[in-house]
């Protein structure tokens, strides 16, 4: 039975297409995402989650030979239209990696740049938003004192809760994490679960995520790509509980990787 997803969307992938060159590696994908909840975007290696997920902010657009066919809306506007300036859409959609990458500058500076280069020069201004983001990233306590260190001190859990604090500074509607956990040990994992789904009280969240349990423990939705297409969306419990494909299911019980 077809499952009725009655949330507001945030965003809606639409007919989307997305080609490497002549690599057709996302294929007539339609997917909304849910507003202010976790959507998980699962499916065995290569699948094109990754591709899906660096859609929605556009970051395809900064490499030459990539191609969107379709639309994404946010809201009601089209992020894939020529009028609208990708930076804009990347200010309202941030990003944060799989892999830590804070800047080769202080804790406060990895912060206060995402306001820096949107021209803000009001000192007090930004040490107000800097500690704001940094509350809201779970990480203001263990670095109040030290905001003048180096990033790169920082623990790997330390480091990916400093990229979100980056990620949150210019208060953006949605964020995009790829695999953010998978370069970090279990304890670091919770915590930026626990902060994952504190933020979604008022930011939308799009993950792809390889662990099964992770989509299972923290996600409202869950998506299943398989060779470039979406083959499967709902809630996360209807997902797991009784997927609607064949392939979906296999996937989760580990017959395909
Ligand atoms: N820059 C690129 N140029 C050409 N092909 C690419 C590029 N990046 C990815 N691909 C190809 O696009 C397809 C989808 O890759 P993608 O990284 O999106 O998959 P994924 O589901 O995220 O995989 P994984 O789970 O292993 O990270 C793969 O066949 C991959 O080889």
Partial sequence: MKE???????AEARDLN????SFHAVKNVNLTV?????TALIGPSGCGKTTLLRCFNRMHDL???NRYEGQIFLDSDNILSREIDPIEVRMRVSMVFQKPNPFPKSIYENVAYGLRVRGEKKRSL??????QALKEAALWDEVKDRLKDMALNLSGGQQQRLCIARALVANPEMILFD????A???IATASIEELMSQLKQHVTILIVTHSMQQAARFSDYT???YLGEMLEFGTTSKVFSSPSHSQTEDYLRGRIG
Avoid: C, H, N
């Avoid at 997305?18 to 060159?21: E, K, L, R, S, T």
């Avoid at 849910?34 to 976790?38: A, F, N, S, T």
């Fill in 223 to 225: 998506a299943f790509m």
């Fill in 179 to 182: 695999e953010p956990t998978s």
């Fill in 34 to 38: 849910p507003e202010r909840q976790v």
């Fill in 184 to 186: 970090l040990d279990p």
């Fill in 4 to 10: 009725l997803i009655t949330l507001k969307p945030k």
């Fill in 126 to 131: 930004i040490d107000e938003k800097v500690e």
């Fill in 63 to 65: 490499y030459p030979g």
């Fill in 18 to 21: 997305f080609y490497y060159g």
